[in-house]
């Protein structure tokens, strides 16, 4: 299953994409801000978690917050040498140019394979999204010349459900510590305002996938047959245990040495000194993600389900942490 550039240029659902010339900057901040927010106005009071209500208003919801135009539209900023130093040394292009290709696939693969039609829909503009990403990666190196390693070929998954598990839960650890680094970032001024500013419309998509991601979870919990679940909630157990392992071997991989200048799937995690240019302490860092997860969904309806697990393994680590004692002059 292979495809162009120029069949990414068209979203799925019959959603149009415009270009720069064809919009004012005033419709473009609207989309933006429509983006961050939304609130399901025609629901009243609660909604049933696993009701074809709480399915609708999940999907769309998505699709509501479908931004057209960022980060469709990028002008990369000229930056200074030192600046783009500091963005080429990082160690996560060729690990972020990969990963949104397989994750692009692996959506596509189980929207096409799912029954539902609603859900068909908006994993189908995931899937696209993540495409979109992929593409503002690789324009992004194109303009400040970082070399990439060839990608390899991306292959169909044949299961098509564990492939989008394996996603899906990946999509929460990284978002989950990347609301944080870009928060540092911006704080630090390490890299140019124009540069965090052109990346914020990417980091609030994350949010919007592990978001739809979450509810997709929940509504299947509550909707599979009894017989089903053991077998579901072993495939999620292994799944955990497979990212896990795989962060493991990564980081053994970077303490080895291995291949010079290698890519690192833990950035999220380790990068902190690398968008700050100081070091963070890990409990600091840990309460700035959770502070910028709480931000960043706060604009989606309360009703719908938020992710949970990297959340709460944070708060029950920062139990047995030491808060650093204030400086003396």
């Not at 996603?167 to 540069?195: H, Q, V, Y």
């Not at 047959?225 to 053991?230: D, K, N, Q, T, V």
């Amino acid at each position: 299953m292979s495809t162009t550039i120029e069949e990414l240029t068209a979203p799925p659902c019959g959603l149009q994409l415009a270009t720069r010339d064809s919009v004012s900057p005033a419709v473009i901040e609207a989309a933006d801000a429509a983006s961050r927010r939304w609130t399901g106005e025609w629901v009243r009071g609660a909604v049933p978690i696993g009701s074809d209500l709480h399915k609708r208003m999940a999907c769309r919801m998505f699709r509501e917050t479908f931004n057209p135009y960022k980060p469709s539209i990028i002008d990369w900023p000229k930056l200074s040498p030192e600046a783009r130093e500091r963005l080429v040394t990082l160690p996560i292009w060729d690990i972020a140019v990969q990963t949104e290709g397989k994750a692009r696939l692996r959506m596509l693969s189980y929207a096409n394979s799912s029954a539902d039609a609603d859900w068909r829909d908006a994993i189908a503009l995931n899937g696209w999204e993540e495409g979109r990403h992929k593409v503002v990666l690789s324009n992004l190196v194109q303009a400040y010349g970082i070399a990439l390693a060839p990608e390899p070929a991306y292959v169909e998954p044949r299961d098509t459900e564990w492939a989008y598990l394996v996603t899906g839960f990946s999509e929460c650890i990284d978002s989950f510590f990347a609301f944080g680094l870009f928060e540092l970032a911006k704080r630090s001024g390490f890299f140019p305002p124009e540069l965090v500013d052109t990346f914020e419309p990417v980091i609030q998509e994350e949010c919007r996938h592990i978001l739809l991601f979450a509810n997709w979870i929940a509504w299947s919990r509550h909707t599979m047959p009894w017989y089903s679940r053991p077998w579901f909630e072993l495939r999620v157990a292994a799944v955990w245990v497979f990212l896990a392992w795989e962060r493991i071997g990564l980081a053994r991989s970077m303490d080895s040495g291995a291949g010079g200048n290698a890519q690192d799937n833990n950035f999220t995690v380790t990068g902190s000194k690398a968008v700050s240019g100081a070091d963070i302490r890990p409990a600091e860092l840990m309460r700035i993600c959770l502070a910028e997860n709480d931000r960043r969904f706060a604009g989606y309806d309360q009703r719908l389900c938020r992710p949970t697990t990297m959340p709460t393994l944070v708060r029950f680590a920062l139990c047995f942490m030491r808060t650093r004692k204030p400086r003396e002059a």
